[in-house]
Structure formats: structure tokens, C-alpha cells
């Protein structure tokens, strides 16, 4: 057998996503043979460009999250399954990518995803280099001096861009937030019947009714505004105020290790229930270059427990996530635990994102979305003091 130098082996455990990902990148080049030159000519550039392993993945991994989007469209169109070994249909992705296309080699990769305008482009080469992806990454710079001094790519899937945000409500009760205000609304416009019916000398048609005097119409748009103010001061004294800490810990881990702890907080003088928490698992680009798979839409504790465990960390030594179901109540300036990380797991995954739905005594519904990573210390070395 020939010697093959060096080999670059990826290995994958059967069933787990990361294979699928594998096959599926495959097997829709497979059926679209027109693109494939394009992919081995953007990374023979790359490759000759950039000699850091960890920008390299910077700059391919956002690539080969494009081309899995396009390929997830074509596994719809063609049923698609990893161990199904039928002969892919060249079927042009439709369902994401209603605008996807082949790029011609003179030309820039730039096209459209769901009416969103992006780029893909490789520059500082000497001629631009395509990347049938049939989206974009805005430009990913390549210059001449032969370092990369810009990635410019922003996924819009959720890997590059802001997920953390402010509290914010989401649903307001109909009864407590609707009714008051429809009230307001119809003592307005009894209100306004009552002043053109008394000034009209001869009052015909609907004006002929006589719904309410003048006096009580003003009664009633008094009383229904008050209604409203107090609704909304009510609601106001009782929201939640929704917050989250993280700080490293000795006494978390069933060996001691130090890990990094993360808790909800409730600072709001009432308490809050939980009705909804979801997850969104980013890693880091080394995982992602392994075969790691970040979160393309917000999933349950069960998925994101599977996302986690499949770059080979384990529950309960590696990471934990609490199991937190709806209904749970964050008492009063109170602390809801999250869940703890290791240096291994934090090695791995560059954030983890949850989404917090809780319900008020007013029932208005509000919502956080809290990264549990943001600040953290990834090679924690002593625990952290405690914040109260």
C-alpha cells in the first residue's frame, strides 16, 4: 500500500449528527458535480494563504455552514437520508434557498437567501475565487500579505450574531391588558356620540339614540382611563426583572473539579413562573472544524443535551444543564440554578443560549435570553466570590 504521508482522518460515531453532516455534505456534491470545483479551489487558497489552523477554521467553518444549508434544502426536496443509498437526484434546492445557483469561476459568490442579500468572496487572490454556497458571507478577506485580517462574515443563522438580549414582553393577557383599553375605547366613543347628539338641533339616524348624557359619558371615559393606568402600574410593581451570574465553583462537579456556574436571578419583588426554556448551542470554531454542529433554531434540554454529548462531553462530569420544566417558579429575589462547565466543555462550546419565558401575576409573559458563557473563565484556576 502506498504511503499517504500525513492523513487528516475524521471519524465519526454511527448515528451521531456529526456523521450525517459528513454524508450530507457528500452526497449533495455528489448530485451537483457542477460545484464541486469551486470548494477545493476556495480551501487550496485558503490553505495557501492563512498557516493558523484556528483563523483557517475561522474562515472555512461559516463556508461549510452555507453549503449545509443549501444541502438541508436539497435532503428535503430529494428525501434524503444518511444510511439511504440511493443515487441523488440533482434536485436545485428550493426550499431555503429559493435563489440558490451554480456560480460561473469569473464571477463573485453572491446571491440571496430568503430575499436577504449577502456575499461570499475570496480577495487578495488573483482572481476571486467562487464559492457555490448559493447565499453569501459577506466577504471573507484574504490579503496579500498573507495574513487574514478581517472576517467579515455575520451568520444569519444565529452563529455570529447577537443572541443575548434585554427583558422584554412577549404576550400580554387579554383580559388584564385588552379589556381596559377596549373599554377606554368605547367610553371614548360613547362619549363623543353623546357631545354631537346634544348639539345637533334636529338628530337623525344613529344620532337619535340616546346611549348615555354627556355626564355619564365623561364618568365612564374617566373611569375605564383609570382602569388603564392602574392596570399598568399594577403590572409594572409585579413584573419580573429577570437576570443571570455566573461565577466558578469548587462544589458543583462530583470530583471538585472547578467549574463554571451559571444561575437565573429574579430581582423583582414577586414572584415569576416559568413557561417556556429553550436552547442554542454555539461551539467553538475548533469544534466546528471537528464536525461540531451548532443550533440553526432554539431547541429543547433533550436536543441540546444530544448537540453537547456529541462532541464526545459527558453529562454530569463534563457540563451539566438542569432540567427546568414550565411551571417552576423563580421565588421573589431569588435564584434559579442553570448549570455548571467544565474547562474540557468550555474548550468546546463557545456559548450556550437560553431563552427564559415567564409569567407574571398579571399574565403578561416576558422574556430573556441569557448566554451562559458570555465572561467566563474557561481555564478557571480558584472559585470565584459569591455575588451576595
Known amino acids: 500500500m502506498a504511503d499517504l504521508g500525513d492523513v487528516n482522518l475524521h471519524v465519526r460515531m454511527l448515528g451521531a449528527p456529526n456523521e450525517r453532516l459528513a454524508l450530507l455534505f457528500r452526497d449533495c456534491f455528489r448530485a451537483h458535480p457542477e460545484a464541486v470545483p469551486a470548494y477545493p479551489r476556495f480551501k487550496s487558497v485558503l490553505t495557501g494563504t492563512v498557516h493558523d489552523t484556528g483563523v483557517y477554521a475561522d474562515v472555512k467553518v461559516p463556508v461549510v455552514d452555507l453549503v449545509i444549508a443549501v444541502a438541508e434544502s436539497w435532503a428535503l426536496a430529494t428525501s434524503w437520508t444518511p444510511h439511504n443509498r440511493h443515487e441523488p437526484q440533482?434536485?436545485?434546492?428550493?426550499?431555503?434557498?429559493?435563489?440558490?445557483r451554480p456560480l460561473s469561476p469569473s464571477s463573485w459568490a453572491t446571491s440571496s437567501l430568503g430575499g436577504r442579500e449577502e456575499g461570499a468572496a475570496v480577495q487578495g487572490a488573483p482572481t476571486p475565487v467562487p464559492c457555490w454556497v448559493g447565499m453569501a458571507v459577506r466577504h471573507v478577506t484574504l490579503p496579500d500579505s498573507g495574513g487574514v485580517t478581517a472576517v467579515q462574515?455575520?451568520?444569519?443563522?444565529?452563529g455570529g450574531r447577537r443572541m443575548e438580549t434585554a427583558q422584554r414582553v412577549v404576550k400580554r393577557s387579554a383580559w388584564f391588558a385588552r379589556?381596559?383599553?377596549a373599554l377606554a375605547g368605547l367610553s371614548l366613543l360613547l362619549l363623543v356620540?353623546?357631545?354631537?347628539?346634544?348639539?345637533?338641533?334636529?338628530?337623525?339616524?344613529?344620532?337619535?339614540?340616546?346611549?348615555?348624557?354627556?355626564?355619564?359619558?365623561?364618568?365612564?371615559?374617566?373611569?375605564?382611563?383609570?382602569?388603564?393606568l392602574a392596570?399598568?402600574?399594577?403590572?409594572?410593581?409585579?413584573?419580573?426583572?429577570?437576570?443571570?451570574?455566573g461565577r466558578v465553583m469548587a462544589d458543583v462537579t462530583p470530583d471538585g473539579e472547578l467549574a463554571w456556574a451559571c444561575h437565573v436571578m429574579n430581582g423583582a419583588q414577586d414572584v415569576a413562573v416559568l413557561t417556556e426554556v429553550?436552547?442554542?448551542?454555539?461551539?467553538?470554531?475548533?469544534a466546528r472544524a471537528a464536525g461540531a454542529t451548532d443550533s440553526t433554531r432554539w431547541g429543547t434540554w433533550h436536543e441540546a443535551m444530544a448537540g453537547l454529548a456529541a462532541v464526545g462531553l459527558e453529562a454530569r462530569l463534563d457540563f451539566t444543564l438542569d432540567l427546568i420544566g414550565p411551571g417552576r417558579p423563580i421565588p421573589a429575589q431569588g435564584l434559579m440554578f442553570v448549570g455548571?462547565?467544565?474547562e474540557k466543555a468550555m474548550a468546546e462550546i463557545d456559548d450556550v443560549f437560553v431563552r427564559v419565558r415567564v409569567t407574571d401575576r398579571v399574565g403578561d409573559t416576558h422574556e430573556r435570553v441569557l448566554a451562559l458563557l458570555k465572561g467566563a473563565d474557561r481555564k478557571p484556576r480558584s472559585p470565584g466570590q459569591p455575588p451576595f
Do not use: E, I
Open 90 to 100: 440533482n434536485v436545485t434546492p428550493t426550499t431555503a434557498a429559493p435563489h440558490a
Open 153 to 158: 462574515y455575520r451568520r444569519r443563522s444565529g
Open 179 to 181: 379589556l381596559p383599553v
Open 193 to 228: 356620540h353623546a357631545l354631537v347628539r346634544k348639539n345637533l338641533a334636529h338628530p337623525t339616524g344613529v344620532w337619535k339614540a340616546d346611549l348615555l348624557d354627556t355626564q355619564a359619558a365623561v364618568a365612564a371615559v374617566l373611569a375605564s382611563a383609570g382602569a388603564v
Open 231 to 245: 392596570r399598568a402600574q399594577y403590572a409594572r410593581a409585579v413584573r419580573p426583572a429577570l437576570g443571570w451570574f
Open 278 to 286: 429553550d436552547y442554542w448551542v454555539r461551539f467553538t470554531p475548533t
Open 340 to 342: 455548571w462547565f467544565t
